[in-house]
């Protein structure tokens, strides 16, 4: 009986070990560029809204990642970020940061402005991350990522008010350390 149950606490073990590493996500280059595309859902979640004069609306985004060269970097993450969406004086932007986590839990952090346009790539017309950091395999990590805005439909079942954008990214970062 002993001798069943050690074999059987080993086989699972192993297959736990081989579903965990088929799962584990692999360390990044040090630097590259890459495309990546994260599918969000803007969720509202405070508004103040003076008709006339401005708005200032507090969001919520979430959405997966898509490499879009199907390469592992940036792919299968999921994104989570808290967004200022403003309209005042004729002009409208939203300011933001998020964190990106991948299967591991490890996170890369970026900050962003819709009013930080990067010239030298025009087609990335909707703003500028910043990625200022991250943890686990991508501690060190710093970068630039221009990105644009494609609006989609909200997914069925999304919360009253919410609405979705897909935002592709051209991403240039280095991991230092």
């Known amino acids: 009986m002993t001798s069943l149950f050690f074999k059987t606490a080993l086989v699972i073990g192993a297959f736990a070990l081989t579903s965990a590493a088929a799962f584990a996500v692999d360390a990044p280059p040090k630097s590259g560029t890459t495309p990546y595309t994260t599918h969000f859902v803007f969720v509202p979640k405070a ?22 060269d199907g390469k592992p970097f940036l792919d299968k993450m999921q994104a989570k970020c808290a967004v200022v969406h403003v309209k005042s004086a004729g002009k409208e932007w939203y300011d933001g940061a998020c964190a990106l986590t991948d299967a591991d839990g490890d996170v890369v952090f970026s900050t962003f402005d819709t009013r930080d346009l990067d010239k030298s790539k025009p087609e990335m017309d909707c703003g500028t991350h910043i990625i200022t950091g991250g943890t686990g395999k991508y501690k060190g990590i710093t970068g630039k990522e221009p990105f644009k805005c494609v609006s989609k439909d909200a997914p069925a079942g999304s919360p009253a008010g919410a609405y979705a954008i897909d935002i592709p990214h051209i991403t240039t970062w280095e991991i230092k350390g």
């Open 47 to 68: 508004k103040v809204d003076i008709p006339g004069v401005g708005m200032a609306e507090a969001l919520e985004a979430t959405g997966p990642t898509e490499n879009t």
